[in-house]
């Protein structure tokens, strides 16, 4: 009799195993991700004649200082400094910071919980069910110990969902850095470029100011018309009013770069000086290994898979929670006597507890869960197809760029030539002053664009570094 109840008692508890075992594997089973819902990837960039090649994303890492590409010792202190101060990269440091910790308490339930503790109440009658008689004291200390068996594996997903959040932060993190350092240097760039235009436009207002000069002992002379003197004036006038417009551009620059670099606009300036950053060229080829690295894309796919992960968490709440509990230490209705040997008290014990109707909350978790993987899924192919067209945008901007900055070479080298011969020819009384002006104003504003076509030269290679996620050394 006794070996029947053997062998049933096994059957029992393969039976049980099995079970446990299959309930384990259905709640540990997560959704698959289907790779229809994600863009298929171009085999090469459409600009570049296919060199431009391209790679799946990979995990967030440093950018380099790419920076240092254009040979500039004033924009490599300033993006020092902000990497440094800028308050941006603090915040986003910030919450690595506390998804981290999060990692940390969310792995802490996985292990066995222990703690102390001590009671003293006074009781009569019967109490939880045990009769306890006249009043008495009762004192209390000893130690519970918990832990809590992941057989379903709800406590990994919620530790993996927390782990791939922290690594998403990282990501943030490295992608505010990034575009810190890019606002930087399109910031520092731009305000170069002005300092070069406010030269050219403060020159032309000399240039002017001679024709003025020139016109009005003309008129003196009687050799020209009042209207002449006039019309030279406003030409004076009107372009320092455009110099005005370029200081106060440039003063908005400079604050905006203070900001930037985390410091007050008032105790901020930077020098004007000559534009001499050099414009580097990112070679072709590249992108295959850089791409990689692009921090929002990074970021945006570890997202998706902490979605994954806790909609295991959601699906783990329609099994069982077990848990081992214990208590140990002493009991006594007289304090003198807590410690006594024969005062020692001691529990130990297992629970296994199961929602067994919740009005739909734990169907509703799952619901929610499933939801947002399909958000995060196609945030992620959003971000990729992101990715693409800031690349494809800026290979085709600096092809462009580099086209209309010949062109517009070509146009200065006229519109110079035409302003020299049209000076010389009023010069001697061959053409009216309203020639010469027209001939002055349209190698300034010729001037005034190749300065913007490079500017902009400068400006997409920063975005170009920016959408390929860093730079390449």
């Known amino acids: 009799m006794n070996t029947e109840a053997m062998l049933a008692g096994g059957k029992w508890g393969l039976s049980l195993f099995f079970i ?63 990497n440094r101060a800028n308050t941006s990269i603090q915040v986003a440091a910030a919450r690595l910071a506390q998804a981290r910790a999060f990692v940390r308490a969310t792995d802490a339930e996985r292990s066995p919980q222990v703690g102390v503790g001590a009671s003293a109440t006074r009781a009569q009658g019967i109490v939880g069910g045990t009769f306890v008689g006249p009043a008495r004291n ?48 399109q910031t520092y760039l731009a305000l170069r470029a002005l300092d070069d235009e406010r030269a050219l436009v403060r020159s032309t207002v000399g240039a002017y100011r001679e024709t003025l000069t020139l016109t009005e002992r003309r008129w003196r002379a009687g050799d020209v018309a009042e209207l002449d003197v006039a019309r030279a004036s406003t030409e004076v006038a009107a372009t320092e009013s455009d110099a005005l417009a370029l200081d106060r551009q440039r003063a908005a620059l400079e604050h905006a770069l203070a900001l930037l670099v985390g410091e007050v606009p008032s105790n901020f300036s930077v020098p004007i000086a000559q534009w001499a950053s050099a414009l580097p060229v990112v070679p072709a080829g590249l992108p295959s290994t850089l791409l990689t690295r692009r921090p929002d894309v990074s970021a945006a796919q570890q997202t998706m898979l902490a979605a994954q992960a806790r909609v295991g968490v959601a699906k783990a709440a329609y099994f069982p929670r077990v848990a081992l509990t214990g208590t140990a230490g002493y009991a006594s209705t007289d304090i003198s006597d807590l410690f006594e040997w024969s005062s020692r008290a001691w529990l130990l014990g297992a629970i296994a507890s199961m929602p067994i109707f ?16 399909e958000g995060e899924v196609v945030r992620y192919r959003e971000q990729i197809l992101v990715a693409f067209k800031d690349v494809e945008d800026e290979l085709s901007s600096l092809r462009l760029l580099a086209e209309q900055s010949e062109a517009q070479g070509r146009a200065v ?54 959408a390929l996620g860093g730079g390449w050394n």
Request: aromatic share 6%.
């Open 138 to 185: 009762i004192f209390a200390t000893g130690a519970d110990f918990s832990y809590e068996v992941d057989v379903f594996g709800r406590l990994s997903h919620a530790t993996d969902a927390a782990t791939l959040d922290a690594q998403a932060q990282e990501g943030l993190l490295q992608s505010a850095r990034l575009l810190v350092q890019a606002q930087v240097a």
């Open 358 to 373: 919740d009005g739909g909350r734990r169907k509703a978790g799952v619901e929610s869960a499933s939801a947002q993987l």
């Open 413 to 466: 080298q006229g519109a110079s030539r035409t302003t020299s011969l049209s000076d010389t020819r009023y010069r001697n009384g061959y053409v009216s002053q309203l020639e010469l002006l027209d001939a002055q104003r349209s190698e300034l504003r010729n001037r005034r664009q190749a300065l913007q076509v490079r500017s902009a030269q400068y400006q997409s290679t920063v975005a170009l570094v920016r």
């Open 20 to 82: 446990v075992t299959l309930l384990a594997a259905c709640a540990t089973s997560l959704p698959k991700i289907e790779p229809e819902k994600l863009p298929q990837p171009p085999a090469a960039f459409k600009e570049g004649d296919g060199r431009w090649t391209q790679a799946a994303p990979a995990e967030a890492q440093p950018r380099g200082e790419w920076w240092k590409a254009f040979a500039d010792p004033v924009l490599d202190d300033l993006v020092e400094r902000a």
